[in-house]
Nanobody, 118 residues
Framework: QVQLVESGGGLVQAGGSLRLSCAAS????????MGWYRQAPGKQRELVAR???????NYADSVTGRFTISRDNAKNTVYLQMNSLKPEDTAVYYC????????????WGQGTQVTVSS
């Protein structure tokens, strides 16, 4: 099973940027489909961005054009660059590994809090 550790969350003003990182261990990272999800209070966990192939990606409509998922296979790390943040982006962000589909995930990270103030 893959172990995931997220970092980079925090408090930021609306319009600001954050970059989340997720370090993976325990498996061949380069072959894993990775993704980022988020869960706001009182809401279900939702897909934010994911790799659908070696280089192909998919984004939630709400973050398209603002967020970018990327990976560095040499560092076993996946990133989520978040720009033009909005208060509605406030949530706990989770890294996910070994995505079989948008809703079937092999491993989850512990989550990192992102809070966007207005």
């Amino acid at each position: 099973q893959v172990q995931l550790v997220e970092s980079g969350g925090g408090l930021v003003q609306a319009g600001g940027s954050l970059r989340l990182s997720c370090a993976a261990s325990g498996s061949d990272f380069s072959v894993l489909l990775m993704g980022w999800y988020r869960q706001a209070p009182g809401k279900q966990r939702e897909l934010v961005a994911r790799f659908t192939g070696r280089r192909s990606t998919n984004y939630a409509d709400s973050v398209t054009g603002r967020f970018t998922i990327s990976r560095d296979n040499a560092k076993n790390t996946v990133y989520l660059q978040m720009n033009s943040l909005k208060p509605e982006d406030t949530a706990v962000y989770y890294c996910a590994a070994d995505l079989v589909s948008d809703y079937v995930v092999g491993s989850w990270g512990q989550g990192t809090q992102v809070t966007v103030s207005s």
